[in-house]
Nanobody, 127 residues
Framework: QVQLVESGGGSVQAGGSLRLSCTAS????????LAWFRQAPGKERERVAA???????????YYVDSVKERFTISKDNVKNALILQMNDLKPEDTAMYFC?????????????????WGQGTQVTASS
């Protein structure tokens, strides 16, 4: 069964840190685009960060402007997990965070390409 399971959400004070983890039931290797999305009540879903293969074995990352210099996306290939380290959390980061995957077919994955989703984990940063 193809499955993504997130963990690591919680509640922190503004300025605090959280580390989200997403474990896949299938081997992701360098064959998938992997991303973290978030959705706050009343707002559209937003791609926060992504990590994806590139030509000649390159690994590329993407961050939405609002989290640059604060969030870091990475992969733990031993555990087959996707990690999101979130530092200096702000109240506006409060949302449900989802892990997502899309098979890499030689082009950059766009939001609509992601077709495997986790159940989500809540992140709350209070002022």
């Amino acid at each position: 069964q193809v499955q993504l399971v997130e963990s690591g959400g919680g509640s922190v004070q503004a300025g605090g840190s959280l580390r989200l983890s997403c474990t896949a039931s299938f081997y992701t290797g360098n064959r998938y685009c992997l991303a973290w999305f978030r959705q706050a009540p009343g707002k559209e879903r937003e791609r926060v960060a992504a990590i994806y293969p590139g030509p000649n074995g390159a690994v590329n990352t993407y961050y939405v402007d609002s989290v640059k210099e604060r969030f870091t996306i990475s992969k733990d290939n031993v555990k087959n997990a996707l990690i999101l380290q979130m530092n200096d959390l702000k109240p506006e980061d409060t949302a449900m965070y989802f892990c997502a995957a899309s098979e890499y077919i030689g082009k950059t994955c766009v939001d609509d390409d992601y077709d495997i989703w986790g159940q989500g984990t809540q992140v709350t940063a209070s002022s």
